[in-house]
């Protein structure tokens, strides 16, 4: 019982189609890979979905996870009330993967509604765990789902808390698979959302050549002035998924990369070779 695959996959809201309609054609490579990659997850039948994003209620200190029965969200910020992803959690996973967190010394927090109203943050699903989640659960793939949101974490306690979601998932005799939710760099040509810097070419491509060479351990080693310039929002959760594969060896597929608007979306599938 392990991790039996891994992902890192873009979220743009417009590879939903009735978002982006007919822009959608400017992102068709990712939306394949996406389509291609939510096929490959449905064909493991996992018996949890472990997902991790950047946008969600995020701390300065702790990592935090949705910790209600069932979840909820639609993309009504985005035009698009209509479309609505609802998913169940796993409490007994989620109570146990705070403990080991904890012996690891790594905060945890576990959102509760009353929680989520105190912090003033809705009770649903961000459009992170959302995009991916569309494409996954298009297949029919119908288990629980752990909607974790990174920590602003030192990389190396991101690193060791993947390995706790794997540890987790062995102990409690799971299959689980880990979606890591991020966009690259928002600044990769002029125009782009957060402006044009030239180090977001930079951070994209040195990112993925780490990948594509089973590198992962140098990701947490990048040029931290690289990785500010570039204006991303993936790669802490890339690293607590690449901590969760670590023990094993894992081959790397770069499925796909573009980025037509200004934002690097790449999609990358991680396989256990053993």
Do not use: W
């Not at 873009?10 to 400017?26: K, T």
């Not at 698009?80 to 007994?92: D, F, H, M, S, W």
């Not at 288990?143 to 602003?152: A, C, E, H, K, S």
């Not at 890591?180 to 977001?200: C, E, I, T, V, W």
């Amino acid at each position: 019982m392990a991790i039996l695959m891994s992902a890192l996959t873009p979220h743009p809201p417009l590879a939903i189609p009735q978002i982006g309609r007919e822009n959608r054609e400017l992102v068709r490579n990712t939306i394949e890979s996406m389509e291609e990659l939510a096929r490959e997850i449905e064909a493991k039948k996992p018996d949890l979905l472990i997902t991790i994003s950047p946008h969600g209620p995020v701390f300065a200190d702790a990592i935090s996870i949705l910790d209600l029965e069932e979840l909820e969200g639609d993309f009504a910020d985005f035009a698009c009330p209509e479309v609505k992803i609802q998913v169940r959690t796993e409490e007994g996973f989620i109570k146990k993967l705070k403990e080991n967190a904890g012996r690891e010394g790594i905060e945890v927090i576990t959102l509760t509604e009353a929680d989520l109203a105190r912090y003033r943050y809705p009770a649903r699903l961000d459009h992170g765990v959302m995009v991916p989640l569309y494409f996954i659960l298009n297949t029919g793939l119908d288990v629980p789902v752990i909607p974790i949101t990174m920590g602003l974490l030192e990389y190396e306690k991101l690193f060791r808390f993947g390995g706790v979601i794997e540890k987790t998932v062995e102990g409690l005799g799971l299959n689980a698979i880990i979606i890591a939710s991020g966009d690259l760099s928002h600044r990769l040509k002029p125009g782009a959302p957060a402006g044009y810097n030239p180090y977001g070419e930079k951070f994209d491509q040195e990112l993925i050549d780490l990948l594509r060479k089973r590198e992962y351990r140098a990701v947490l080693e990048m040029d931290p002035l690289v990785i500010e310039k570039a204006g991303e929002c993936g790669l802490r959760p890339i690293i607590i998924m690449l901590g969760a594969i670590a023990r094993r060896n894992f081959s790397s597929e770069v499925k796909s990369y573009e980025g037509p608007f200004g934002v690097g979306y790449a999609v990358v599938g991680f396989y256990p070779e053993d």
